[in-house]
């Protein structure tokens, strides 16, 4: 009786030992970490979505082309679809990052920029006011792009 509760026993630990064995065994990830995307969804009032585009030409461009030269940013797109219903996104306005360390210290880096390009923090408020008139920013993610092995 003894024997065979120490054989029971010792089949346990060898199950559970060689069962945690397969857990902690690390297995390489199907992709590469690639750059980290910031991602805004822009639902642009009807009619008015070429008057937006104008504003960006006349500051975020500027903005970003200089984040460009500084090195914050590695690029940035806009991406125009349409609406499939009223609370759909029809721009996304993507900018792409090295990664998520690029990420540290950003926003004074890029006030510094908006200042240069924009003005004071009153010329600033006068344009964003201006925008909220042709459009609404639905929301924003952060992702990270990955490359398949």
């Known amino acids: 009786m003894i024997r065979r509760t120490t054989l029971a026993l010792a089949s346990l630990v060898f199950v559970l030992f060689s069962g945690g064995l397969a857990f902690t065994q690390t297995t390489e990830a199907p992709y590469i970490e690639g750059p980290v995307w910031d991602i805004s969804f822009i639902r642009t009032t009807y009619g008015l ?16 082309e200089e984040a460009k ?37 950003l926003d004074a880096k890029f006030r510094a920029i908006q200042a240069k390009i924009v003005g004071n923090e009153d010329a600033q408020r006068n344009l964003m006011v201006k925008r909220l008139e042709v459009r609404k920013v639905l929301g924003d993610k952060l992702g990270r792009e990955l490359f398949l092995k």
Do not use: F, P, T
Not at 50 to 62: C, G, N, P, R, T
Not at 78 to 105: F, H, P, Q, T
């Open 69 to 105: 030269k500084q090195n914050l940013v590695l690029s940035y797109h806009i991406i125009s679809a349409n609406a499939v219903n009223a609370d759909d996104w029809n721009l996304l306005l993507m900018v792409e990052y090295k990664n998520m360390a690029a990420l540290d210290g």
């Open 49 to 64: 979505e070429d008057d937006y585009l104008k504003s960006l030409a006349q500051s975020y461009k500027k903005i970003m």
